[in-house]
Nanobody, 119 residues
Framework: QVQLVESGGGLVQPGGSLRLSCAAS????????MGWYRQAPGEQRELVAI???????KYADSIKGRFTISRDNAKNMVYLQMNSLEPEDTAVYYC?????????????WGQGTQVTVSS
């Protein structure tokens, strides 16, 4: 089992910045990929960014150049630095971790943190 706890959401004006943090605990040695998804009202949950244990990253086209994902394996943390925020970025942001035990892959999710971009 892996537990994920997000922090850092809030209200920000367009063009502003926020940094989301996610702390992992539990069976952390089994974690491989970590990342962030988001879900806006009435929309499906979508990928924002993921980072592999190697440090390789992948971003959604809509946030490329504005958001940066990073990971501290020693602290079991993953971060999402969000710059140049737009109203369209308003959503609940969820931390994600994928674990591998033997040949079984299991995804885990945090409880979500609200990000609201509005003037």
């Amino acid at each position: 089992q892996v537990q994920l706890v997000e922090s850092g959401g809030g209200l920000v004006q367009p063009g502003g910045s926020l940094r989301l943090s996610c702390a992992a605990s539990g069976s952390i040695s089994s974690i491989t990929t970590m990342g962030w998804y988001r879900q806006a009202p009435g929309e499906q949950r979508e990928l924002v960014a993921i980072i592999f244990k190697s440090g390789l990253t992948k971003y959604a086209d809509s946030i490329k150049g504005r958001f940066t994902i990073s990971r501290d394996n020693a602290k079991n943390m993953v971060y999402l630095q969000m710059n140049s925020l737009e109203p369209e970025d308003t959503a609940v942001y969820y931390c994600y971790a994928n674990t591998v035990v033997a040949v079984t892959l299991t995804p885990y999710w945090g409880q979500g943190t609200q990000v609201t971009v509005s003037s």
